[in-house]
Structures are given as structure tokens and as C-alpha cells.
């Protein structure tokens, strides 16, 4: 317990706080991401990569459920309604993935892709699991539960095409995908698994 209430207090804090990008992502946002581009972040957290382009000059703007300050709105996500449209919208670390059931999932791709100008570009990450992982299979085929301190990421099986058709079959045409192993690391004296994501850059095709 107490190491879970360091590594909680970690996540929700310290490393909440830091404005970084991981190595994926960077090279992601500077691929895509222009000077003129107008950005929104779903799921910004405390702003991680929000300030990290903000402090760069970019304009962005962010929702959350948990926080919110004068760049980040404090709202359901699939209760927002935006009164403006975005080059390219974030979605990043866990942030697909607490849309749970698979209906909230889906709603949420729809309404990212609502945000999108024309041609506009939809940066995401989402899970995968390893088969010697423990999973609770969900009615979702090809989708599996994790648990998450009490919560449930709806995560789905490899990195194969799963992520890739789901945009698809929204009409967002993937144009780049970008696996990442996570592997294992000791913290506060235990070995954690990192987490597996697929990074997935799709394009809005009316």
C-alpha cells in the first residue's frame, strides 16, 4: 500500500507537473504539428504536453475531467461542446483508454474527429496488452480490461491492426503507426511494467 500511494502521489503529481514529451511523441508532434497550427488536447491532465507547446508559442487550448485552469476546461469530454474547429487534436498516454465501455470509446473518436478542420490531423496513443499479462476479456472483439488503481482501461490484444482500423472505419485515414514496448522498470523498490502503446497519426477525410 504505501508503495502504491508513492506511486500514485508520483503520477498525479510530480510527474503530472513536468511539461515533457516522450520520445514518440516528440517526434510525432514535430512531424505534424505547425506554428500556425490551433491544437486541443483531450485529456490534458495538468497539461503535460499542453504547456510543453504552449511554453513553444503554440496555441492549444485542453479538457479535462479532473483539472482545469485557464487553458484547461474541466468537463466530460463526450459532454463538450466546442464552438470552434482545430488543425490537429491530442489524445495522448492513457487518455482513449478510460473510455470505457467500448460505445464510449467510439463516441469519443466521433467527437475528436468533430474537431477536426478538413484535412485536419488526430494524434492518439492506446494500449495493448502481452499475452502473459493478466486481462479481463470484454464483449469487445479484439478488446480486453485492465485494471488501473480501480479503474478500467479498455485496452486491446498486440499491436497489430486494431487501433488502425477502428480510425479507418471512421474515415480517418491512418498515415503513420508507431509501436512502443514499454518493457519493466524498478521504482520505489518494485519491478512496474511499463505500459505498451500504439501511437497512430490519422488524417480527416470528410
Known sequence: M??????????DGTMARRFFLYKEEGFLINKYIKRNHKVFDVGAGYGRVLYFLKNKGQDVKGIDLSYEDENIEKKDFLDFEAQEKFDVVLCLLNSLDYFSPYENRKKALVKMKSLLKEGGILILSSHYRLPFFNFKKSKYPGFYFEEVDGNYLLTFYGFGNTLKRELNSLNLKVIEYLPRRGGTKWLFGRLLRRANFVYAVAKKNG
Open 2 to 11: 504505501e508503495n502504491q500511494e508513492k506511486w500514485s502521489k508520483w503520477f
